[in-house]
């Protein structure tokens, strides 16, 4: 699907709409000592459709949660979620069941995500089960051999008899996007989708996922801890610390022009010799590991902030909460549709672009 950039202004229709997303989850301990977990700290961001938007931060910083209440998989505490014209934050029953044909998630894990007993072609088959699509044994089965054909699993009848044991790593996440677009969502959010995956398979599976906006048009909100990943597949990326998006623009334009200190860092990283196994920073950051049981007064990352030491430790970076704010705006010159959009970071000492 190609769009210009003109179209793009006019007709490109959003998929989802988030807005002051907050996700808390009660504190271990008692009384005074149970402090509320911040996980998601009031998160706002769109997508548009066949637009592929990263989410990109470290262990911790929140992104499953934030795919979790999109999906409406756990409780958001307050916020929006609207899509399709509705708030998915506040619907029930039958209407959120019906609104979740839209979204469709991929998980981390492509050998805990498959039911080990079933075949290829009753996972894929699953959600139309549970939604009630396909009129007849044989229309419902044509949609499970087009989603095998449209994730690269082929020859689709051989492979839909295949139990999840016989097959590779790659080839299981392939079902699982199977299974997914077998919906036809408007909008994938998929966790880390290549992250326990030999890296032999990696790029082939990314591949998928871009082929499949190309021809589908679908979106994704697609979750990493690896800046460069998100690099590669992205349209736009949103950085997240401690619950919070500090940074969001063009991949291409955040990549090359950091507006905020920790994009920085995760830069300086991404080459992955300071990144833990979990993918947090080792070495790269001064100060302890942030805990979402205990974010920091002001500006959430300065204990840690390059920045802040640089600058003499202004009074504001510990009193001030920065909110996002644009560094440049949505510009109307460029060919490439996500450059159009603004880049916005949250720091006080991010400027404005003139
Ligand atoms: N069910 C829960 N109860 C209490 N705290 C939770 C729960 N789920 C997540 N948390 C906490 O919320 C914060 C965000 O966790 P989350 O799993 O969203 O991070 P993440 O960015 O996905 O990390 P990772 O990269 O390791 O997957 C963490 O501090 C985590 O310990
Ligand atoms: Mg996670």
């Given at each position: 699907m190609s769009v210009t950039a003109e179209q793009s202004e006019t007709?490109?229709?959003?998929?989802l709409e988030v807005r002051d997303l907050v996700v808390r989850f009660a504190g271990r301990?008692?009384?005074?000592?149970?402090r509320a977990v911040r996980a998601v700290d009031g998160v706002s961001f769109d997508i548009e459709q066949g637009e592929i938007l990263a989410l990109v931060g470290e262990s911790g910083c929140g992104k499953s949660t934030i795919a979790l209440a999109v999906m409406r998989l756990l409780e958001p505490t307050s916020g929006r979620i609207i899509s399709g014209g509705e708030n998915l934050a506040t619907l029930r029953g039958g209407a959120l069941r019906q609104a979740r044909r839209r979204i469709q998630m991929i998980f981390q894990d492509p050998f805990g995500s498959?039911?080990?007993?079933?075949?290829v072609f009753d996972t894929v088959a699953e959600p139309l089960v549970i939604h009630k699509l396909g009129a007849t044994p044989e229309e419902r089965r044509s949609m499970v051999m087009d989603a095998l054909e449209l994730a690269h699993l082929r020859p689709p009848e051989r492979l839909a008899?295949?139990?999840?044991?016989?097959?590779?790593g790659g080839q299981r996440q392939r079902v699982a996007i199977a299974s997914a677009m077998v919906m036809r969502p408007e909008l994938v959010i998929a966790d880390?989708?290549?992250?326990?995956?030999?890296v032999s398979a990696r790029a082939g599976i990314l591949r998928l996922m871009m082929d499949l906006r190309d021809q589908l048009g679908t979106s994704y909100l697609f979750i990493t801890h690896d800046l460069a990943v998100a690099w590669v597949v992205a349209d736009r990326i949103a950085v997240v610390y401690l619950g919070r998006i500090v940074e969001i623009g063009p991949a291409t334009r955040l990549v090359e022009r950091p507006a905020h200190p920790y994009t920085a860092a995760l830069l300086s990283v991404s080459s992955g010799?300071?990144?833990?196994?979990?993918?947090?920073?080792?070495?790269?950051?001064?100060?302890?590991?942030?805990s979402a049981s205990n974010v920091p007064e002001g500006c959430r990352f300065h204990p840690r902030c390059p920045r802040y030491i640089e600058l003499g430790k202004p009074e504001q970076c510990r009193s001030v909460d920065p909110q996002l704010h644009v560094i440049r705006p949505r510009t109307t010159?460029?060919?490439?549709t996500s450059a159009l959009s603004p880049h916005e970071a949250a720091c006080h000492f991010s400027s404005e672009e003139s």
């Open positions: 007709t490109r229709a959003r998929v301990g008692k009384g005074r000592r149970a498959l039911n080990s007993r079933q075949t008899q295949s139990y999840p044991h016989e097959l590779s880390e989708p290549v992250s326990m995956l030999d010799d300071d990144v833990g196994p979990d993918g947090e920073l080792i070495e790269a950051l001064p100060g302890e590991t942030p010159t460029n060919e490439d």
